[in-house]
């Protein structure tokens, strides 16, 4: 698909955007040692030598073709994912991120988080990723338990879990550890002794996942067994008590950090930002004066190279309905334990306050929310059920 002539863009419309939100940018590397057998990432096992060069070469082009869509804009974080970004070479993120640079501009302390595994190898770069202008590592450690990181197929073990928490504390000022629970096998004592090895290493952010079987995994075909949902919910529970006794606050469903260390980056996805994602099967969400779009791109990184070094990394282009935005924006918001204010939700999504009135209404009513004039916050109860709150803003 070719890009659109930015005039496609810029038509009339009816939505109403005053101005246009927070730009963050997001680069997809896809590639991993193995694949983990309950993983849906678009992640592919590296054989051979990776072709680092080749796929700089076309994310850069994928961004040169992207630029009259984010033109004048300031990008306030990237996020650099995968797949192992870490495989990568210090040379190749510097490369890339200098790519960058010379044609965005970026704010002047623009977050910059990459996605490291604890492998040996990948840990004795992450000095070198610092100097090469990284500014946060989020370290995929998933458990501190041989037996729990065996179960999930993972390369590194406990030692080297370790070692790596302590480099990334070394080598960044911030940094997040990936934590998964409800694992094959795990138990609330074993949960308590994964979490209490995690924040022993004081971790300023923890992303906590649940184990979820999704479908096309090695998973989905062996399902392994898992504790039951009951127990899930009450490790999440033992999770957020431990955590918040370390100082980590619980801010986002899913993220705890200390004061000053959120990250920057995730939260301007669940504040309804917008994100240019480049790289094989990246998505982006990009606002106009009277449109949202949504793009994706070729999934499969050899197709990939060979398109977006044609200029034509864009697979699919949608346009968000005025129907569908209020549902697509609390989906996001309401996932933040601050929740919103009533003035970003008309701001970004360029509707009026009366489109999510009737949600908003059924949602006190049920307790899932409290609200003042100026803001709207889920309760502990909304927090607990998500879902529910969630599909009260569903296009009716
Ligand atoms: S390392 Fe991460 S991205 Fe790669 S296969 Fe495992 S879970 Fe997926």
């Known amino acids: 698909m070719a890009q659109q002539d930015i005039q496609h863009y810029m038509r009339g419309g009816t939505l109403q955007l005053a ?5 963050s940018l997001y680069v997809h590397l896809p590639w991993c040692i193995r694949k983990c057998p309950y993983c849906d990432f678009n992640s592919h096992e590296a054989v051979g030598e990776m072709p680092e060069q080749r796929y700089i ?24 994912g995968g797949g192992t970004p870490s495989l990568f070479s210090p040379q190749a993120i510097d490369r890339l991120l200098g790519d960058i640079r010379a044609r965005l501009r970026l704010e002047a302390d623009c977050e910059i988080t990459l996605e490291a595994n604890p492998g040996t190898f990948e840990k004795d770069r992450f000095k070198a990723f610092r100097a090469a202008g990284v500014t946060r590592l989020s370290v995929g450690v998933q458990s501190f338990d041989d037996q729990h990181l065996k179960a999930l197929g993972r390369v590194h073990d406990r030692a080297q879990a370790i070692a790596a928490v302590e480099e990334a504390a070394q080598a960044f000022d911030t940094f997040n550890l990936d934590i998964m629970y409800a694992l094959p096998g795990q138990t609330m004592e074993s949960l308590e002794r994964d979490m209490r090895q995690a924040l022993a290493l004081q971790p300023p952010h923890i992303s906590i996942y649940h184990l979820t079987i999704e479908p096309n995994t090695y998973f989905a075909k062996f399902p392994p067994v898992v504790p039951e949902e009951d127990t899930a919910y009450a490790m999440l529970d033992k999770i957020t008590e431990l955590t918040e006794a370390a100082g980590l606050r619980r801010y986002e469903v899913s993220a705890y950090a200390k004061a000053g260390h959120q990250c920057f980056h995730n939260l301007n996805y669940w504040q309804f930002g917008d994100y240019l994602g480049l790289g094989a099967g990246a998505h982006s969400k990009l606002s106009f004066a009277h449109r949202v779009v949504r793009q994706v791109r070729y999934r499969e990184p050899k197709l990939y190279m060979e398109k977006a070094l044609a200029g034509e990394a864009v697979t699919q282009e949608t346009e968000v309905s005025r129907a569908d935005l209020p549902f ?15 003035q970003d939700f008309t701001e970004k999504t360029g509707l009026p306050i009366t489109a999510i009135q009737q949600g908003l209404e059924e949602a006190e009513r049920k307790g899932l929310i409290e609200r003042d004039f100026a803001r709207v916050k889920p309760t502990e109860r909304g927090f607990d059920f998500l879902n529910d709150l969630q599909s009260l803003f569903l296009a009716g």
Do not use: C, Q, Y
């Open 19 to 23: 101005a246009l939100p927070p730009l």
């Open 57 to 80: 070469d076309a994310v850069i082009a994928d961004l040169e073709a992207a630029l009259p869509l984010v033109w004048g804009r300031t990008v306030h974080s990237i996020f650099i």
């Open 328 to 342: 697509e924006f609390m989906l996001n918001a309401l996932r933040l334990r601050e929740g919103f204010k009533l």
